[in-house]
């Protein structure tokens, strides 16, 4: 998942970023609300979950999310918090959150959180995503094609994952590489290509269809429900 | 505690009624007295007017004897009343009392009187009224001398019938008043009461209060007397709620900075539990060893700053030499200077900076503006602490080239918790409040200055020689 984590403590922002990498996810990370307004108000700037501190230097973070839910924008938001008191989460639940954590909070709970809230985004009901033969875990970040296990790396999984989610809608190259890269990260220009290559070699060719001068996508399951 | 009003009023309007009516009382008896004088003799008067009238062809030889005897038996009105068991009893005694007298012939023989009237002249014979002593009574006489018949009309009442009347008169004032008190009180109990509803209303309204209620009390409702008490309690409650107010967000503003540091200490060591090399699980345990550092700097400022509360005041003051405290504070933090590669000086004269205060909270104050300045002063830089010694004052100057601070944000920086935006720097955000509260302490004057080279801060405290001066 590509996170955009909005924190104006270096400790802490940092921290989150660590350990949600090692959930395999993306991070962009900015440290103040206007940051994050201005980045939440460019349409080329696809994000999966926003983490988002109240306490901000600029602009308050219940002001971003605001903004963010008048540009009519329903990206999950999770609110990170230490304001604790009742009125902090109904004013933060009613501006438009989707979840509201205090701090100190445990990295695996935001985790499943966000997993949570990402499988609500999708109208997905089970926990588990299945597409044809193949079943994902975004939990465990498992993947198994007719009961088997098929090692992939984290980026690729997250990358199937993107695209089946989406299955039926062209993904633009510059979506996927979103979801592969933070910002300031080395893109590598063929990395895409070399991640799509192992993902056909080891599920099918027929899996994802390249539409050039675009992107990528997964078809719909003749089977979907 | 004072008395209720409505039972002040209570008294108080009672006697001076008691005292106004008793006034108007006697001053009006005085003038019935006169008027029933007036009246009485007049009756006098036109009664030996009449009976001159009644004898006007009176030649001396016609006998009164029938006339006398009526008198006496049939029409004296005591034994004609005492007959008939009149019911009005009191006019009838009224009655017994009527004007005696007498007629007296030019031979000095008494010719026709009243039953009850003396033999004796009732006056001397000088026409005219007069007051005079006769057996055992005062008399009010009236003598009418007529020349044409030689005969001489008395007409007298006795004074005390007439003070009779007057006495009745008093009592029937005192017994009126007697009646009506109890009303004058009642209403007056009543009135008041109605008059203090509304200071009881807003009693009530005060008592019906949550305590968390510290809204102004509406003071349409309120009488324009009770109106400046009011006013200084709404300004109380204004007041109160502004303290709540500051409390509640300090709090709030404290569990932020103790939260964050947790988070962060809590997130690394989960990081530092998952990494997959030693490098990263150091690199992730330093940074928990730095959140522990800044967690534990803050929690010591706020232990400093909950003792520096501005209800403080200096217990047992004693003479504080700031250069000494200074000199003990760039020692203190030189090594940290030094690190940053920062030019650390101390200007102080000896022996003539001694303020009267606490040495500890001068000591906390000066290591809170130095360790700021060597923070916030990139590598390289310089930190000067300046003593002056004036007459009654001494002078702290702590002067950096750093970034300085926006002179809009100067007011700001006080606040509790207030950081700069932008600045990588990880302070408590309590030092200048602390700084602050130190000063008002010591009743000394504090100010945020560009020093003379246009570059950095100058933080500039002037502090009196004795605060109980000021």
Redesign the interface.
């Known amino acids: 998942m590509r996170v955009l984590l909005v924190e104006d403590d270096e400790l802490l922002g940092d921290g989150i970023r660590t350990g949600l990498r090692h959930y395999g996810h993306t991070i962009d990370w900015v440290k103040d609300g206007k940051a994050a307004n201005d980045v939440l108000a460019t349409t080329y700037e696809n994000f999966d979950i926003i983490v988002l501190d109240l306490g901000l230097p600029k602009m308050s973070g219940l002001e971003v999310l605001k903004g963010l839910r008048e540009r009519n924008i329903s990206t999950p938001v999770v609110i990170l918090t230490a304001r604790e008191t009742v009125d902090d989460r109904v004013k933060g639940l009613d501006a438009g959150a989707d979840d509201y954590i205090t701090k100190p909070f445990d990295l695996d709970e935001l985790c499943a959180r966000m997993r949570a809230l990402q499988r609500r985004s999708k109208s997905r009901a089970k926990p588990i995503i299945t597409y044809a033969n193949i079943t994902l875990d975004p939990a465990s970040h498992v993947v198994h094609m007719d009961e088997e296990q098929v090692m992939i790396s984290r980026r690729e999984f997250a990358l199937l994952q993107k695209l089946i989610e989406n299955a039926g809608r062209v993904i633009s190259r510059e979506q996927l590489n979103q979801t592969l890269y933070g910002w300031g990260e080395n893109i590598d220009s063929n990395a895409l290509e070399v991640h799509i290559h192992n993902l056909r070699k080891r599920f099918g060719t027929e899996l994802i269809r390249t539409i050039r001068g675009v992107g990528y996508m997964a078809e719909k399951p003749p089977e979907a429900e | 505690m004072t008395p209720s009003i409505r039972t002040f009023l209570l008294i108080n309007l009672l006697l001076s009624v008691t005292l106004i009516t008793s006034l108007a009382i006697i001053g009006n008896l005085f003038l019935a007295h006169k008027d029933i004088q007036t009246q009485l003799d007049a009756q006098l008067i036109r009664t030996g007017l009449r009976m001159q009238a009644f004898f006007s062809d009176y030649s001396g030889d016609r006998s009164l004897t029938t006339i006398q005897r009526n008198l006496d038996t049939k029409m004296n009105p005591a034994v004609v009343l005492r007959k008939s068991n009149a019911p009005e009893s009191k006019a009838a005694k009224e009655a017994e009392n009527t004007l005696e007298f007498q007629i007296w012939n030019k031979d000095g023989k008494l010719i026709l009187h009243s039953s009850r009237a003396p033999k004796i002249p009732l006056s001397n014979g000088k026409t005219g009224l007069s007051t005079l002593w006769l057996g055992g009574h005062s008399w009010r006489v009236n003598t009418v001398y007529d020349a044409e018949n030689n005969l001489t009309y008395m007409v007298a009442e006795r004074s005390n019938y007439r003070q009779q009347l007057e006495n009745q008169l008093t009592q029937d004032s005192i017994f009126i008043m007697l009646v009506t008190y109890p009303f004058l009180g009642f209403l007056i109990w009543v009135i008041v009461g109605r008059g203090l509803d509304t200071l009881k209303r807003v009693a009530r309204e005060v008592r019906h209060r949550a305590p968390s209620n510290l809204k102004p009390v509406d003071l349409e409702s309120v009488p324009s007397e009770i109106e400046p008490l009011v006013t200084e309690l709404n300004s109380l409650f204004q007041r109160l709620q502004e303290a709540f107010h500051r409390e509640k967000r300090f709090t ?1 503003d404290a ?14 060591t ?2 530092a539990l ?1 990494a997959e090399t030693p490098e990263a699980r150091n690199q ?1 345990l330093l ?1 928990v060893l ?2 522990v550092n ?1 967690s534990t700097h803050v929690v010591q400022q706020l232990l400093t700053l909950s003792r520096m509360v501005p209800e403080a005041t200096i217990n047992e003051p004693t003479q504080v030499d700031i250069s000494r405290q200074a000199g003990d504070v760039a020692a203190l933090l030189a090594p940290e200077a030094i690190a940053k590669n920062i030019d650390l000086e101390l200007i102080a004269p000896e022996g003539k900076s001694q303020i009267l205060g606490n040495a500890t909270s001068i000591n906390i104050l000066i290591r809170n503006l130095v360790d700021n300045a060597i923070r916030y002063t990139h590598e390289g830089g310089t930190v000067k602490i300046d003593i002056r010694a004036n007459k009654d004052t001494v002078e702290l100057h702590v002067i950096d080239n750093g970034p300085g601070i926006p002179a809009d944000l100067r007011e700001r920086v006080f606040e509790r918790f207030f950081r700069m ?2 600045n ?1 720097t ?1 302070g408590s955000g309590l030092g200048l409040g602390i700084v602050q509260q130190i000063a008002q302490l010591h009743h000394a004057e504090i100010s945020l200055k560009t020093p003379k080279e246009s570059v950095g801060l100058e933080v500039e405290i002037i502090f009196p020689k004795d605060f109980n001066k000021v």
């Open positions: 709030a569990a932020h900075e103790l939260k964050t540091p947790l988070a962060a200490l809590s997130t690394q989960q990081v998952r992730s940074k730095a959140g800044r935006i932008g990588q990880t």
